[in-house]
Nanobody
Framework: QVQLVESGGGLVQAGGSLRLSCTASGRTFSRYANWYRQAPGKEREFVAAISWSGNTYYADSVKGRLIISRDNAKNMVYLQMNSLKTEDTAVYFC?????????????????WGKGTLVTVSL
């Protein structure tokens, strides 16, 4: 079992930055450590993924603004969020698994955190 805990969410003005963290306990992250988000009234969607070797993948909506990274030694995954927009407002979830499909948020992800709320205001 892997327990994932997200932190770093909060209220920020549009154009600002936040850094989310996800810590794993119990076991290490699996091959992929990903971030997803769910806005009020919307489906959960893929944000970013990072493989064990450090290859990164992003949703088109966040490319160039959000950066995913991981520290395998510390069992941590991060999401640096820059140039935030109001449409980035959502609960952000950390997840890990052996595979993923950006079009199917729950595919391949074995463990999920409970999420951290990011609110971007005008």
């Amino acid at each position: 079992q892997v327990q994932l805990v997200e932190s770093g969410g909060g209220l920020v003005q549009a154009g600002g930055s936040l850094r989310l963290s996800c810590t794993a306990s119990g076991r290490t992250f699996s091959r992929y450590a990903n971030w997803y988000r769910q806005a009020p009234g919307k489906e959960r969607e893929f944000v970013a993924a990072i493989s064990w070797s450090g290859n990164t993948y992003y949703a088109d909506s966040v490319k160039g603004r959000l950066i995913i990274s991981r520290d395998n030694a510390k069992n941590m995954v991060y999401l640096q969020m820059n140039s935030l927009k109001t449409e980035d407002t959502a609960v952000y979830f950390c997840a890990t698994g052996r595979d993923y499909n950006s079009a199917a948020p729950y595919y391949g992800m074995d463990y999920w955190g409970k999420g951290t709320l990011v609110t971007v205001s005008l």
